[in-house]
């Protein structure tokens, strides 16, 4: 499985961004995709979760009502829609995909990742 994310970039805070990533190697539509990001100096955290059709999605507390997870499955991609942003979604943004059961919420629960793209918010 190779997962390709892109989309990230500067701006400022306030703006949006939409970030995709573009999975082959594996059947897409069977799988839940989610985001990650991990600050400088932190933690890898969760952002969003799709399940494998789209019905179902996940958000951090922290980026309810401002982003958005979507796939389409027609085109092997997950995007992650990020509105109103602000100075501290500043970092690298992974996508993965859960081939396993597991919780949408744990990294270690996902099996395969993307190589990341940064995303820089000033103020």
């Known amino acids: 499985v190779q997962l390709q994310a892109c989309g990230g970039g500067l701006v400022q805070a306030g703006g949006s961004l939409r970030l995709s990533c573009a999975a082959s190697g594996r059947t897409f539509s069977t799988y839940g995709m989610g985001w990650f990001r991990q600050a400088p100096g932190k933690e890898r955290e969760f952002v969003a979760a799709?399940?494998?059709?789209?019905?179902?999605?996940y958000y951090a507390d922290s980026v309810k009502g401002r982003f958005t997870i979507s796939r389409d499955n027609a085109k092997n991609t997950v995007y992650l829609q990020m509105n109103i942003l602000k100075p501290v979604d500043t970092a690298v943004y992974y996508c993965a995909q859960r081939v396993s059961l597991g919780s949408w919420y744990s990294g270690t629960d996902y099996d395969y990742w993307g190589q990341g793209t940064q995303v820089t918010v000033s103020s």
């Open positions: 799709t399940s494998w059709s789209g019905s179902s999605t």
